[in-house]
């Protein structure tokens, strides 16, 4: 068995209500074992608590209840050395060119200017910025711009990168070779993954295992492994497995996100 890498046992979220609203409980009830170096997705019903989920294994939000930790140390109140956020909206700054923008975690550490440099080079070569590096983000394309995002996070080096839905905006091509990016990016660096995605098929495509979440407070249906080989790209959705993985997420979804779409309505 591989060591597991981030261990959720019996972790829940209430929100306390504020101004007289009633208190939300966004998670039900999360035991989850995040393996050394895997590529894990999670997939569920619009507002079932998976950013939630994500801001809790980054430190950024408190538990209600059960434990969390991190290469076996508590989690709690920051983001714990090692692990790397990619948030959905554009959070590059306009004002900084592509390199400045990569390099800007870096020198408010204490990594040493040249190897700040190195790695910097580093990331823009694996995301193809290479010939964008004195370009300012409003230049550039969206899929670019996340890309920027994710070098970003990349050369902190982390050891388990958290991403929310990070290609949430772009149109379904330039998804899918993100999804490339960010495979080949998973190869190289040995990082473990974990992935919010309201896309199954990104989900099947990247993934060794998929999550599904039940409609609010979310937990887990099902863990669905998919077999995939380490090496792998966007070209699998070719494979006639790959319409089985989709079909048998979309089996479970399906009920949830009507529930999920009653709750709304009412
Ligand atoms: P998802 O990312 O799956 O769409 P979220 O984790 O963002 O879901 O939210 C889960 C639930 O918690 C939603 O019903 C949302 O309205 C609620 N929620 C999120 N953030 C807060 C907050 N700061 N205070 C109160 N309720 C919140
Ligand atoms: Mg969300």
Redesign the pocket.
């Known amino acids: 068995m591989p060591t597991p890498h981030a261990v959720l046992e019996g972790v829940t979220r209430v929100?306390p209500g504020t101004g007289g609203r009633a208190p939300?409980q966004?998670l039900g009830r999360i035991d989850l074992e995040l393996r050394q170096g895997e590529f894990f997705s999670v997939v569920?019903p619009?507002?079932?608590?998976?950013?939630?989920?994500l801001e809790i294994v980054a430190g950024l939000q408190p538990l209600s209840e059960g434990r969390l930790t991190f290469e076996e140390r508590p989690v709690n109140g920051q983001v714990p050395d090692g692990v790397g956020v990619v948030f959905q909206e554009d959070a590059s700054f306009p004002w900084l060119t592509v390199r400045d923008n990569i390099a800007f975690g870096l020198r408010h550490s204490s990594v040493e200017p040249t190897e700040v440099r190195r790695r910097v080079e580093y990331a823009l070569g694996l995301m193809g910025l290479r010939d964008f590096a004195g370009a300012y983000p409003a230049q550039l394309s969206g899929g670019m711009r996340q890309r920027v995002c994710i070098a970003r996070t990349l050369v902190l080096q982390p050891r388990l990168i958290l991403l929310d839905e990070p290609f949430g905006a772009l149109d379904q091509q330039t998804r899918l070779l993100m999804g490339d990016e960010l495979l080949r990016l998973w190869r190289e660096t040995s990082a473990t993954v974990l992935l919010?995605t309201h896309a199954l098929d990104e989900a099947a495509m990247l993934s060794d295992r998929v999550g599904v979440m039940s409609a609010?407070p979310?937990r887990f249906l099902e863990l669905v492994e998919t077999g995939w080989p380490r090496e792998r790209d966007s070209r699998i959705v070719e494979r006639t497995g790959f319409a089985e993985i989709t079909g048998r997420l979309w089996a479970r979804l399906r009920e949830e996100s009507m529930k999920a779409m009653a709750t709304d309505s009412a």
Do not use: D, E, Q
């Open positions: 929100y939300v966004a569920g619009s507002g079932c608590g998976k950013s939630t989920l919010i609010r979310g």
